[in-house]
């Protein structure tokens, strides 16, 4: 009995970390998608301002699109690490 729950609980850590692994995916093509849909506008902006002469806005302002780990993928990763420490091997 005990190894059955042992069975369940790790399947549910892979499940847990293969959803996480799934939003992260998901999380980069959206904010892909974001600076696809943003980057013409840019542009134009800074054509814009060149030709005006005015300095640029867009050049002092940096957006970048770090990976960050969501709340859930680190409470997934740190209960991975325990389950290898503490695991009987």
Request: proline content about 6%; hydrophobic content about 40%.
């Amino acid at each position: 009995m005990a190894q059955q729950a042992q069975d369940v609980q790790g399947l549910l850590q892979a499940g847990g970390l293969e959803r996480g692994v799934e939003q992260a995916q998901l999380e980069a093509a959206r904010q892909t998608k974001v600076q696809d849909i943003t980057d013409p506008y840019q542009r134009l902006s800074f054509v814009s301002d060149i030709q005006r002469g005015a300095p640029s806005t867009q050049t002092t302002v940096s957006q970048g699109f770090a990976p960050t780990a969501s709340p859930f993928a680190q409470a997934v990763g740190t209960g991975i690490g325990a389950y290898a420490a503490l695991a009987p091997r």
